[in-house]
């Protein structure tokens, strides 16, 4: 058996460092995709545009926030469909604020599932750990102490590995949320502008 626990220990310490390494390289994607829209340029565009459907009777609108902005690809897809009526507008820019919204949570459920596994993990190894302990000093008697103490160890070493894979990852996806929720919430207002602006567009 204890050949069993010994094997079960290393293991958690290799699941440990793959989610570590997964959770960096989640972070890195999700980082790089959501600067594209995230910054003053993307601020700045906004504000444009906004200010150009209340004041501007055309508008073709031209931006240094970057192609590939959600907020540049958003506006782009809502020119080509104004000649759409209200209702054929507003489900067509409803369509593609959820096809946004699914880009902007891809793979944190990854991070989500890492953040609430960890510690478990981490918790298995220090149970396998404390298993050790007990069975070394079971076969060791007083003799043993320092094998035991290093089990003990190893064991909270466990534990404090998955706290640490565990607390940074909860809050990437923390952070990832929040930017994707005010990046949402900023499409669903451009989207009624832009009903607004259809609508006072075919009346004149």
């Not at 007990?134 to 320092?146: I, K, N, P, Q, R």
């Not at 070493?157 to 998955?162: D, N």
């Not at 640490?164 to 990437?172: D, E, K, L, R, S």
């Amino acid at each position: 058996m204890q050949e069993y626990v010994e094997l079960g220990e290393e293991l958690v310490f290799v699941a440990m460092g793959i989610a570590s390494v997964v959770a960096l390289a989640v972070f890195a994607e999700r980082l790089i995709y959501y600067k594209k829209s995230l910054g003053k340029k993307n601020e700045d565009y906004l504000s444009e545009v906004r200010n150009s459907l209340q004041e501007e009777p055309d508008i073709h609108w031209k931006t240094d926030a970057g192609e590939e902005s959600i907020y540049n690809r958003f506006i782009q897809f809502a020119l080509k469909q104004l000649k759409l009526g209200r209702k054929g507008l507003d489900e067509s820019l409803e369509g593609q604020i959820l096809s946004e919204k699914l880009e902007l949570e891809k793979r944190l459920p990854i991070l989500n599932t890492l953040g609430n596994n960890a510690p478990f993990i981490g918790l298995l190894g220090t149970v396998l750990g404390v298993i050790k302990a007990f069975y070394g000093l079971g076969t060791l008697g007083s003799s043993g102490a320092e094998v035991v103490m290093r089990s003990i160890s190893t064991a909270l070493l466990a534990t404090a590995a998955g706290l640490g894979v565990a607390i940074p990852v909860v809050m990437a996806n923390n952070y990832f949320s929040r930017k994707a929720k005010v990046i949402l919430q900023n499409l669903e207002i451009l989207k009624k502008e832009l009903l607004s602006y259809q609508m006072n567009k075919t009346k004149v």
